[in-house]
């Protein structure tokens, strides 16, 4: 049945078994369910959709290639393999699923919603607030900007975990790469350590 779904040549004997399982979802914890696509451009054309309607706080992540290969051509076969995207756009209230485990609770398909964006220097601080300018608490003409870059904001995500929990997280950046037994880095990606998670690919 999925390779048939691969290929977009469902039988109708496929067809009437999906359809079999239609039922309502229960989404008492706030995060939707994930659509399975065939191809990677099919998720990120649905996924573009549904952040367009977020009129939220938006940060643009670029990821950060390297290796020893030089043949572009032969990079961009390589880089196309993981899961990491070369461009990454986040809006608070975007829900994500994280593609690398952090720790025992916290692992690859991991759910959750993105908070807000904040320096990592600040995080869990007093000056670790909505905004990301140090003023928590204070009115806003009382309000100064800190000296932090922007640039350096990452996104805070409250996930749900086992027996209806909740917890929050700071992500930021993590490698993926292929290296040779010599040690040698063929080819690296370092990127925000979770993706959009609308739909999801089946790879």
Not at 7 to 16: E, K
Not at 46 to 66: C, F, I, P, W
Not at 188 to 195: C, E, G, N
Request: aromatic content about 6%; overall charge positive; some cysteine.
């Amino acid at each position: 049945m999925l390779n048939e779904m691969r290929f977009g040549r469902l039988s109708q004997g496929s067809i009437a078994r999906f359809k079999s399982l239609s039922r309502p979802i229960n989404d008492d914890d706030g995060l939707g369910a994930t659509e399975l696509f065939p191809r990677r451009e099919d998720v990120e054309r649905s996924n573009n959709g549904r952040m367009s309607h977020l009129q939220t706080e938006q940060k643009v992540y670029l990821a950060t290639d390297g290796g020893t290969i030089a043949d572009p051509n032969q990079r961009d076969k390589m880089l196309a393999n993981f899961m990491a995207p070369k461009k990454l756009v986040l809006r608070v209230g975007a829900q994500v699923m994280l593609i690398k485990n952090m720790d025992d609770m916290l692992v690859n398909g991991s759910m959750g919603k993105i908070l807000r964006f904040v320096d990592p220097a600040l995080y869990g601080t007093d000056y670790d607030d909505i905004d990301g300018s140090g003023n928590a608490g204070k009115p806003k003409s009382e309000r100064k900007q800190t000296a932090t870059t922007k640039d350096m904001f990452m996104p805070v995500v409250e996930f749900s975990v086992p027996n209806r929990g909740r917890r929050e997280a700071l992500i930021v950046t993590e490698s993926w790469k292929v290296e040779l037994p010599s040690g040698e880095v063929q080819i690296s990606r370092t990127q925000v350590w979770r993706l959009i998670i609308w739909l999801c690919p089946r790879t």
